[in-house]
């Protein structure tokens, strides 16, 4: 029976994506052959260059990580990703949407080293960095000027990134943009926790090192708006120190973070 158009870009489609499987009907039956070879070397043509394209959209997004590890083994992961999760969406900005998440599950049970902590770090920092730059932000909404209180509630738009990271901002950076001598120091680095923030004003994206409280109590309004005194809360219970002491912080803080587009406070 001959396949409708509905099957047919199905079948290429799966070809696209698992050259690695028999499909059924044959190739042959359905690519006509070139002049020159046979009809499997023809669609070989295309999945070459899908994959490749696949490969330059993944390493576009990350520059960092694939410096880190190089071409040979970034290229290799990022194969594996494509193989076990393909695209789905309609844009290939969504393609590496779980490549992070896929990393650290395929490390799982491996000795965590500054190295494997750095390469992790990235691919999560990148992600996040690429996310915020497509987001919907604050730049379109004027801020209200507001007196400012414990039960003004704060709200995090998409454009904000608050993130716990194993290795200084600086060394990430340093990869990303190719800068040696703040990458040379990663292999060697085993510092605490750091805190950054990626943030979006007037459409322009950049990454700051912030404090341990600022890191908790902007998390605790990222997947909904709380009060100013509920964040502090939840901050003061996170770190082990006097809610009332960060709330104080974040009263004075939180307007100016408005102003800088990082975050909204509404009534």
């Not at 194969?79 to 799982?108: K, V």
């Not at 993130?163 to 703040?182: A, C, E, F, H, Y």
Request: glycine letters at 4%; proline letters at 7%.
């Amino acid at each position: 029976m001959t396949p409708d158009l509905a099957q047919l870009q199905h079948w290429f489609l799966l070809r696209l994506l698992r050259p690695d499987i028999t499909l059924q009907p044959d190739t042959a039956e359905i690519v006509a052959p070139p002049p020159a070879g046979d009809a499997e070397t023809r669609l070989e043509i295309y999945v070459d260059a899908y994959r490749l394209r696949l490969l330059q959209c993944l390493q576009a997004d990350h520059p960092g990580l694939a410096r880190l590890l190089g071409a040979a083994l970034f290229n290799q992961l990022a194969e594996a990703y494509i193989r076990s999760m393909p695209p789905r969406a309609h844009s290939l900005y969504a393609l590496g949407a779980a490549f992070p998440g896929f990393l650290r599950r395929t490390q799982r049970g491996q000795r965590r080293d500054a190295a494997l902590r750095l390469a992790l770090d990235l691919a999560r920092f990148e992600r996040h960095w690429n996310e915020a730059m497509l987001a919907e932000g604050l730049e379109d909404i004027r801020a209200k000027r507001l007196t400012v209180h414990p039960s003004l509630l704060l709200h995090l738009p998409s454009t904000t990134r608050p993130l716990l990271l194993r290795q200084p901002l600086s060394v990430l950076q340093g990869w990303i943009k190719d800068n040696k001598g703040d990458a040379a120091s990663a292999a060697v680095s085993n510092a605490p926790l750091h805190y950054a923030l990626i943030a979006r004003r007037d459409w322009r994206l950049a990454a700051h090192e912030i404090e341990d409280w600022t890191f908790h109590a902007l998390r605790a309004a990222q997947s909904r708006p709380r009060s100013l005194h509920d964040c502090a809360v939840i901050a003061g219970r996170r770190l082990r120190r006097e809610p009332a002491t960060i709330l104080a912080k974040l009263l004075l803080w939180a307007p100016l973070a408005q102003q800088a587009q990082i975050l909204a406070l509404r009534d």
